[in-house]
C-alpha cells in the first residue's frame, strides 16, 4: 500500500530572485530554483530524496500558519 503525505513548502526569495524552498517537517530537505515551478518540482524530488536516504517516516505535521515578527536591531 503506498502512502500519501501532504508536506507544508515554505518558499522565499532571496536578494538575486532566486526561490528558495523547504520542508521543515524533514530536516535538511530543501532546494532552489528561477522559477515557483521549477522550484516546486525541485523540492518534490528533494522530498523523495530526504525520505529515501533516511529510510525514517516523517509524518507531516499540521499546518497552523505564518506569522512575521519585526524586530529591531
Given at each position: 500500500?503506498?502512502?500519501?503525505?501532504?508536506y507544508t513548502?515554505?518558499?522565499?526569495?532571496?536578494?538575486?530572485?532566486?526561490?528558495?524552498?523547504?520542508v521543515?517537517d524533514?530536516?535538511?530537505?530543501?532546494?532552489?530554483?528561477?522559477?515557483?515551478?521549477?522550484?516546486?518540482?525541485?523540492?518534490?524530488?528533494?522530498?523523495?530524496?530526504?525520505?529515501?536516504?533516511d529510510?525514517?517516516?516523517y509524518?507531516?505535521?499540521?499546518?497552523?500558519g505564518i506569522?512575521?515578527?519585526?524586530v529591531?536591531?
Open positions: 500500500m503506498v502512502k500519501v503525505y501532504n513548502v515554505l518558499i522565499e526569495q532571496d536578494e538575486d530572485g532566486i526561490f528558495l524552498a523547504k521543515s524533514i530536516p535538511g530537505c530543501y532546494t532552489q530554483g528561477k522559477t515557483i515551478e521549477e522550484v516546486m518540482n525541485r523540492i518534490k524530488e528533494a522530498i523523495e530524496v530526504c525520505l529515501e536516504a529510510k525514517k517516516n509524518p507531516p505535521l499540521k499546518f497552523v506569522q512575521q515578527v519585526e529591531t536591531a
